[in-house]
């Protein structure tokens, strides 16, 4: 039976209190996207349920007004 040693993630903005979670601010929320332009799951990013629930909120709000793209189309 083979291990896995799970890495420890720490949440992005409870080590940077100085960045604030915005949908302006598209250079932070783009590292929270997946290639395909999907949110990245909180076990994966590291976020805490109540950061998570903003980031959510922002990167909707920044697709809404066509700051992102709602897929990423690779051609």
């Known amino acids: 039976m083979s291990t896995f040693k799970k890495k420890n993630l720490t949440d992005f903005f409870i080590n940077n209190k100085n960045v604030p979670i915005d949908y302006k601010n598209t250079n932070i929320l783009k590292k929270f ?38 897929i990423n189309q690779n051609n």
């Open 33 to 70: 996207i997946s290639p395909e332009g999907k949110i990245l799951p909180s076990r994966r990013s590291g976020l805490v349920s109540k950061n998570h629930r903003k980031l959510a909120k922002a990167i909707k709000r920044a697709r809404m007004i066509n700051l992102f793209p709602f």
